[in-house]
């Protein structure tokens, strides 16, 4: 029971990181908001210092239109130059937060694809309940 243009969009995006049939499980954070978050991804990536005020960050930076892999790309670089962090680094983070698992397609085309309000819902809910409180919270 899933929208078939949205199944067939996905299936595009991550047919070159499918190896096996059964494989297309992963992929279930693009058709359902009931994510189980990998802990040990979340220890990682989301339980570390600075990454929460990272996001909220973020976050606040998508909210403004285009929501599209570009503009998603850019206002992540944004915030890395911002926080003086090597390029690349806040993906993961970013990763976990939208799609409960450290592995998976391009984050930017991963975000396009599941929409704004997805996307934005998924992050808020990281930086409520997944990320370690910051000082002073």
């Given at each position: 029971d899933v929208d078939e243009e949205l199944f067939r969009r996905v299936c595009m995006l991550m047919q070159s990181r499918t190896?096996?049939?059964?494989?297309?499980?992963?992929?279930?954070?693009?058709?359902?908001?009931?994510l189980e978050y990998d802990p040990k991804g979340v220890r990682k990536f989301l339980q570390k210092q600075g990454?929460?005020?990272?996001?909220?960050?973020l976050r606040a930076r998508l909210d403004a239109p285009p929501f599209e892999e570009g503009p998603i790309e850019e206002a992540i670089h944004t915030v890395e130059c911002e926080n003086e962090i090597k390029e690349g680094k806040?993906?993961?983070?970013?990763?976990?937060?939208?799609?409960?698992t450290t592995i998976g397609a391009g984050i930017y085309e991963t975000m396009a694809l599941l929409g704004k309000e997805r996307s934005l819902a998924r992050l808020d809910y990281a930086i409520e309940n997944l990320c370690t409180k910051e000082e002073g919270e």
């Open positions: 190896q096996l049939y059964p494989d297309v499980a992963a992929w279930k954070y693009f058709f359902s908001d009931n990454v929460q005020s990272m996001l909220i960050t806040l993906n993961q983070p970013v990763r976990i937060a939208v799609t409960a």
